[in-house]
């Protein structure tokens, strides 16, 4: 499907990181932090208005809360990429020499990439 110049450049735009840095930014902060803190505060309103009525809710509300920090906690851990480009690192230095950096180099032999 041929698509034209406009329309490429449409797609572009949309796909271009946010120009404003510091709004994304806020956001994440209101999501890891903000966002779980007003659930919790709810809860902790919930428990002391309510009574003995509103206790499930009250705690809902508080595991509801531990459970989007958790979540938020988690996914920034596993979206670090500090091993991901160390591995990437490894690939090129392979790529560039023909061995991998914690081998020790054969004299004269070159490992071809993908061999």
């Known amino acids: 499907m041929a698509t034209s110049d406009a329309t490429q450049k449409t797609l572009v ?3 271009k990181p946010s120009e404003r840095p510091e709004l994304a930014a806020v ?3 209101f999501i890891r932090f903000v966002l779980p803190m007003l ?3 709810s809860g ?3 428990l002391g208005v309510g009574g003995a009525d509103r206790l499930d809710g009250g705690l809902g509300l508080l595991t509801a809360s531990f459970c989007t920090f ?3 906690l988690a996914y920034r851990v ?3 990429d500090t091993e991901r480009e160390a591995e990437e690192a490894a690939r090129d230095f392979f790529t560039e020499h023909g061995w991998w950096p914690d081998e020790t180099p054969q004299a004269g032999t070159r490992r071809r990439p993908g061999s």
Request: proline residues 0%; charged residues 0%.
């Open 13 to 15: 735009q949309v796909q």
């Open 27 to 29: 956001g994440l902060l």
């Open 39 to 41: 659930i919790a505060v």
């Open 44 to 46: 902790i309103i919930v």
């Open 70 to 72: 958790m979540l938020n």
């Open 78 to 80: 596993s979206a670090s």
